[in-house]
């Protein structure tokens, strides 16, 4: 299967615990996103890589969260010191960008629960 | 900065009959506009997108959705429901005229009866 893949699929984790999430793309897809999604709401966007550079943040991402494209290929999200309210699924999307419109395709998520 | 809205949580309809489920933007550019589709323990699957061209786009199984300009509208819609159907739909629009942040719906489950 060559869609987008994430790991852990789930995570249960402490208080004041740091986490870290992995996100492997569609292979020959140059951007990548991350987005959070709560019980309810839609997907709110994070964070998102052209290649390997970070390119924009959301406001939604405070200085414990930080994200990394090596290479330009699968992209890790850590949370540092997490906190209660960040229980959440944390999803990761890929698009090829040829052109300006394009659709992105989203992995199943990582679903983060802190205790 | 742009806005999506879904104004009905859940939408029921009867196996066999046709089914709308409405979206409502607001982006100061051109809109973007896409449906995703959720299934329980899945991730979301694009649907369809209008980016410009016919108002009426069509997309996966079945379904379409019609850009209407001046109601800055975006309601999706099949001709005849599935049970299959049954599922939580995301309408999504990305400002054409500025960055990459797509704001997606608070989404609307879809439940559609035999």
């Known amino acids: 299967d060559t869609g987008v893949s994430q790991n852990p699929r789930h995570k249960i984790t402490k208080r004041g615990q740091n986490v870290t999430f992995r996100c492997d793309p569609i292979?020959?897809?140059?951007?990548l996103y991350w987005y959070r999604q709560t019980l309810g709401q839609g997907p709110e966007f994070l964070t998102y890589f052209q290649n390997e550079a970070q390119l924009e943040k959301s406001r939604l991402l405070s200085d414990r969260f930080s994200a990394e494209r090596p290479k330009g290929s699968f992209s890790t999200l850590e949370i540092q010191r997490t906190e209660q309210g960040d229980s959440a699924m944390y999803l990761c999307?890929?698009?090829?960008?040829?052109?300006?419109?394009?659709?992105?395709?989203f992995g199943p998520g990582t679903r983060l629960t802190v205790t | 900065a742009q806005s999506v809205a879904q104004p009905e949580d859940q939408v029921n309809v009867a196996e066999g009959n046709p089914l709308t489920v409405k979206c409502t933007y607001s982006?100061?550019?051109?809109?973007?506009l896409f449906w995703y589709v959720q299934y329980p323990n899945r991730g979301l699957q694009f649907l369809l997108k209008y980016i410009t061209g016919d108002n009426l786009v069509k997309g996966s199984y079945g379904f379409e959705a019609e850009f209407n300009k001046s109601q800055t509208s975006f309601h999706l819609k099949k001709p005849s429901a599935l049970v299959s159907d049954s599922a939580l739909y995301f309408c999504?629009?990305?400002?054409?005229?500025?960055?990459?942040?797509?704001?997606f719906g608070p989404g609307t489950r879809l439940s559609v009866l035999p």
């Open positions: 999307a890929s698009a090829l960008t040829s052109g300006s419109a394009y659709e992105q395709y």
């Open positions: 982006v100061s550019g051109n809109p973007y």
């Open positions: 292979s020959e897809h140059n951007r």
């Open positions: 999504a629009v990305r400002d054409g005229n500025y960055g990459q942040n797509f704001v």
